[in-house]
């Protein structure tokens, strides 16, 4: 599996950003996607996940409200829009993999991409 992020920037307090993930080598709606983020100095972190073929979503408290991920399995790709960006929002994030599988969750993601890095500030 091959995971392609792109899509981060420089964007001013109060912006959006909208995030892509290009996955490739296997069937994409077979897998949960997350987004995943590591700020200067912290561990990497959970931001959202969307299940395998979609229909189920879930979210770090911190972006709930600002945060939507979607999915388009016709182009396999997932999709982070960031609205009302904040300057703890900068971290460079990482869209990462894992088989489908119960109970849904921000755990035990294995393929991992290269990552984008998003800057918020004035």
């Known amino acids: 599996v091959q995971l392609q992020a792109s899509g981060g920037g420089l964007v001013q307090p109060g912006g959006s950003l909208r995030l892509s993930c290009k996955f490739s080598?296997?069937?994409?709606?077979?897998?949960?996607m997350g987004w995943f983020r590591q700020a200067p100095g912290e561990e990497r972190a959970f931001v959202a996940a969307?299940?395998?073929?979609?229909?189920?979503?879930l979210y770090t408290d911190s972006v709930k409200g600002r945060f939507t991920i979607s999915r388009d399995n016709a182009k396999d790709t997932v999709y982070l829009q960031m609205n009302s960006l904040k300057p703890e929002d900068t971290a460079i994030y990482f869209c990462?993999?894992?088989?489908?599988?119960?109970?849904?969750?921000?755990?035990?993601?294995?393929?991992w991409g290269q990552g984008t890095l998003v800057t918020v500030s004035s």
């Open positions: 080598g296997l069937t994409f709606r077979q897998y949960d």
């Open positions: 990462a993999a894992r088989w489908r599988r119960v109970p849904f969750s921000s755990l035990d993601y294995y393929y």
């Open positions: 969307i299940r395998g073929g979609g229909g189920g979503t």
